[in-house]
């Protein structure tokens, strides 16, 4: 059984929106540390009613990039995403596809 890390994405921001990439980061951070102890991520988007493509670059991209995007849908999870989020993420997930494994 795989074991889960619940990432509360709105206890990151003091607003709704998030468009810092430094969020991101500080996500990102969390997101590797469950990596490195083999655990799959939930990102919990409740209570955040939008981002940019920067922000999902850093929580997503990056991975889709360096690890490959088998690895994201394997062990990536993204509850309570409203539809402009999951566009959002879903385009970021197109571009770092495309942009192979370099990293950016």
Known sequence: MEMER????RDFSDTDFIASRYVGELIRTEMEKAFQDEKCIVLDFEGV???????GDEIIGIFVRTKGLDFVKKRIKVVNANDKIRVILNWVVGYSKNMGKSVA
């Open 49 to 55: 009613n939008g981002i940019t493509q920067g922000f």
């Open 6 to 9: 619940k990432i509360r994405v």
